[in-house]
């Protein structure tokens, strides 16, 4: 069953915390300027360093090795292959892979807590916590120590951890693949052989999966599954700076390090691109961050004013949803303001076009909003300049 908790709050320990939210929010508030900040320089700077990089790269083979090209910018394509296998050595599971990953779960119980609040009158708050469990899967240890409700126990830790097993002679080509490499491939599930002398009571239930318990279809509390996913040896493109039989990332003139991989056989003008179209997307999530931890922020800072109105609760609500609009507004227009701001310094030119643009628009609204009115006063129209002498 479902425990519920109900908790009556004070006007005054609201007001209390609303004062600490309203000191907190200049901490959030500069925090956000700051990343909004930083995402412009940052974004700007991996977009000079990745179009050098296309300006800069040259293609060459994967096999033989060029002394030529060793320390420049190279991009070529190739399989990643190794002549060894990778093993577990904890359950005895082979593949002829270059990676092989271990994902351990154990079978839990998982306490969920959703908390409904109302306003009461006189600016008290009843806040009800209701407590409720269910059974997963989970791939960490969930400490039940801490549930509201006794009865729910689950062990202590995990008989087995995730871990990640590769191999040490990867090559691309005829040069070395090292684990930035092989970590950017594509994998599978990996499907089981029957041999094997599993630990500890476990046992091969299917395909894909190393079982400890009773039946898989019914599993109970402390079961545990294990499963595996394996990176094949498959073709990869990477675009890095050469280094004897290695590969290093390339500092470009704008000082970001340059080390791109994708699987597939990719030319140099697609990874830049890829790459391109993944920075702009960074850039624009971090934008939308910083806007709401502004809006947060400023959220927090009109705090008290709805918590002061929450004496009346329909009051309060109305003073919430206001505060909350004005919020909205100021931490759209504070972050603009610092985008258009980090524009001027590390992008002059766009921030330029950018006002000059909205001169325009607001001169030439002006102008249009003008002659209604001057027609609605009985202005005549102002009188074209005479013609110039002859």
Same mark, same amino acid.
């Given at each position: 069953?479902?425990?519920?908790?109900?908790?009556?709050?004070?006007?005054?320990?609201?007001?209390?915390?609303?004062?600490?939210?309203?000191?907190?929010?200049?901490?959030?508030?500069?925090?956000?300027?700051?990343?909004?900040?930083?995402?412009?320089? !940052?974004?700007?700077?991996?977009?000079?360093?990745?179009?050098?990089?296309?300006?800069?790269?040259?293609?060459?083979?994967?096999?033989?090795?060029?002394?030529?090209?060793?320390?420049?910018?190279?991009? +070529?394509?190739?399989?990643?292959?190794?002549?060894?296998?990778?093993?577990?050595?904890?359950?005895?599971?082979?593949?002829?892979?270059?990676?092989?990953?271990?994902?351990?779960?154990?079978?839990?119980?998982?306490?969920?807590?959703?908390?409904?609040?109302?306003?009461?009158?006189?600016?008290?708050?009843?806040?009800?916590?209701?407590?409720?469990?269910?059974?997963?899967?989970? @791939?960490?240890?969930?400490?039940?120590?801490?549930?509201?409700?006794?009865?729910?126990?689950?062990?202590?830790?995990?008989?087995?951890? @995730?871990?990640?097993?590769?191999?040490?002679?990867? !090559?691309?080509?005829?040069?070395?693949?090292?684990?930035?490499?092989?970590?950017?491939?594509?994998?599978?599930?990996?499907?089981?052989?029957?041999?094997?002398?599993?630990?500890?009571?476990?046992?091969?239930?299917?395909?894909?999966?190393?079982?400890?318990?009773?039946?898989?279809?019914?599993?109970?509390?402390?079961?545990?599954?294990?499963?595996?996913?394996?990176?094949?040896?498959?073709?990869?493109?990477?675009?890095?700076?050469?280094?004897?039989?290695?590969?290093?990332?390339?500092?470009?003139?704008?000082?970001?390090?340059?080390?791109?991989?994708?699987?597939?056989?990719?030319?140099?003008?697609?990874?830049?691109?890829?790459?391109?179209?993944?920075?702009?997307?960074?850039?624009?999530?971090?934008?939308? /961050?910083? +806007?709401?931890?502004?809006?947060?922020?400023?959220?927090?800072?009109?705090?008290?004013?709805?918590?002061?109105?929450?004496?009346?609760?329909?009051?309060?609500?109305?003073?919430?949803?206001?505060?909350?609009?004005?919020?909205?507004?100021?931490?759209?227009?504070?972050?603009?303001?610092?985008?258009?701001?980090?524009?001027? +310094?590390?992008?002059?030119?766009?921030?330029?076009?950018? /006002?000059?643009?909205?001169?325009?628009?607001?001169?030439?609204?002006?102008?249009?909003?003008? !002659?209604?009115?001057?027609?609605?006063?009985?202005?005549?129209?102002?009188?074209?300049?005479?013609?110039?002498?002859?």
């Amino acid at each position: 069953m479902p425990v519920v908790v109900r908790e009556n709050i004070s006007w005054w320990s609201r007001l209390k915390q609303s004062f600490i939210g309203f000191l907190l929010s200049f901490v959030i508030v500069i925090a956000a300027l700051l990343l909004l900040a930083w995402n412009e320089h !940052r974004t700007l700077k991996n977009y000079k360093g990745l179009r050098a990089a296309g300006e800069t790269v040259q293609s060459v083979s994967a096999d033989p090795i060029d002394p030529s090209v060793d320390g420049k910018l190279i991009h +070529f394509s190739a399989e990643v292959r190794s002549s060894q296998g990778v093993r577990d050595p904890d359950f005895g599971i082979e593949a002829p892979a270059l990676v092989l990953r271990r994902s351990v779960e154990m079978y839990q119980w998982r306490e969920k807590k959703e908390t409904t609040e109302r306003d009461k009158l006189g600016g008290g708050k009843e806040r009800v916590t209701t407590y409720s469990y269910e059974k997963v899967w989970d @791939d960490d240890a969930i400490n039940s120590s801490d549930f509201q409700e006794s009865g729910h126990n689950n062990p202590g830790s995990m008989p087995y951890q @995730d871990a990640r097993f590769a191999v040490t002679d990867a !090559r691309i080509g005829a040069r070395r693949a090292a684990d930035n490499i092989l970590n950017a491939l594509d994998s599978s599930a990996l499907q089981l052989g029957e041999a094997g002398v599993f630990p500890d009571g476990f046992r091969r239930t299917d395909a894909e999966t190393i079982y400890r318990g009773g039946n898989p279809a019914s599993p109970q509390i402390g079961d545990v599954r294990v499963r595996y996913r394996a990176v094949p040896p498959q073709m990869a493109s990477v675009i890095a700076q050469a280094n004897g039989d290695g590969l290093l990332p390339w500092t470009s003139p704008a000082g970001t390090e340059i080390f791109l991989v994708e699987t597939g056989q990719q030319t140099a003008a697609a990874m830049v691109e890829h790459a391109q179209s993944s920075n702009s997307a960074l850039g624009w999530v971090l934008r939308a /961050v910083g +806007f709401g931890l502004l809006w947060i922020a400023f959220s927090m800072m009109l705090g008290p004013l709805k918590t002061i109105a929450a004496v009346l609760p329909p009051l309060g609500r109305a003073v919430g949803m206001f505060t909350g609009g004005v919020a909205f507004v100021l931490a759209a227009v504070m972050a603009s303001v610092t985008i258009v701001l980090s524009w001027i +310094f590390v992008r002059p030119l766009w921030a330029v076009s950018i /006002v000059l643009a909205i001169i325009a628009v607001i001169a030439m609204w002006s102008r249009k909003s003008a !002659r209604p009115a001057q027609a609605a006063a009985g202005m005549p129209p102002p009188m074209p300049p005479p013609p110039p002498p002859r």
